[in-house]
């Protein structure tokens, strides 16, 4: 079965401290992946996305197939991180108009 | 250039009642999808359709119902509602033809009472 999993519904952090928001996957194919941001509870934003390997914000992701995660990070968190995080798999291969969601991680920079 | 656009933003309907979401590509965008996100979980796949065709269908009821118009907007139809379609209704477009991310609308919030 195609899932994803974020096991934290909450990550709080200091600010100026790393920040790793996990996500592990359920894929039998070669997986797409994605992080979006969801401002305000409302929009969603692309974050990144595995095969592009570009850095946003500061925040990174490496896909492991190995291990079958995604884990977002950043070294440093700043105020304006805080926020609503899903991890995303792209369920249908070829074909990114299916995405299946994790349960999402709120990250909170504490001063 | 406008991104997605979804109309209404907000709606309020009784149970049983029906209702119908608009959803505006971006502009050259030819598939769109449509997710339900019940507060507190992340979106679930609901529809995409893709050049007017259905494409894919997740896990709901035949209650749900969607079709793509020519100029590539989309409508989701839902019938009889229930409490639990209380929800905020997402949708988004892609060009379709590669494995461009998706693009996602502010929403519509849908309330049954």
């Known amino acids: 079965a195609q899932r994803v999993t974020q096991p934290e519904k909450l990550l709080s952090v200091f600010k100026g401290a790393p920040v790793e928001l996990k996500c592990n996957y359920s894929y039998s194919g070669s997986p797409e992946l994605f992080w979006y941001v969801q401002y305000s509870r409302q929009r969603l934003q692309l974050l990144l996305r595995?095969?592009s390997r570009e850095s946003i914000k500061g925040f990174t992701a490496d896909l492991n197939k190995g291990e079958t995660s995604f884990h977002l990070k950043k070294p440093f968190a700043q105020d304006e991180d805080s926020d609503l995080y899903y991890c995303?798999?792209?369920?249908?291969?070829?074909?990114?108009?299916?995405?299946?969601f994790g349960q999402g991680t709120t990250l909170q920079v504490k001063p | 250039d406008a991104g997605v656009t979804q109309s209404p933003t907000h709606l309020i309907k009784t149970r049983g009642q029906h209702v119908t979401l608009r959803c505006s590509p971006i502009?050259?965008?030819?598939?769109v999808s449509w997710y339900q996100q019940v507060l507190g979980q992340g979106p679930q796949f609901i529809f995409q359709?893709?050049?007017?065709?259905?494409?894919g269908r997740g896990n709901f009821p035949d209650r749900f119902s969607a079709r793509q118009f020519p100029n590539y907007s989309s409508e989701l139809n839902v019938n009889a509602l229930l409490l639990g379609d209380s929800a905020l209704y997402l949708c988004a477009s892609s060009p379709g033809h590669s494995n461009q991310p998706q693009h996602f609308g502010d929403g519509t919030r849908l309330s049954i009472l």
């Open positions: 359709y893709y050049e007017k065709e259905e494409r």
């Open positions: 595995h095969i």
């Open positions: 995303a798999l792209s369920g249908l291969a070829g074909n990114t108009g299916k995405l299946i």
């Open positions: 502009s050259g965008h030819k598939s």
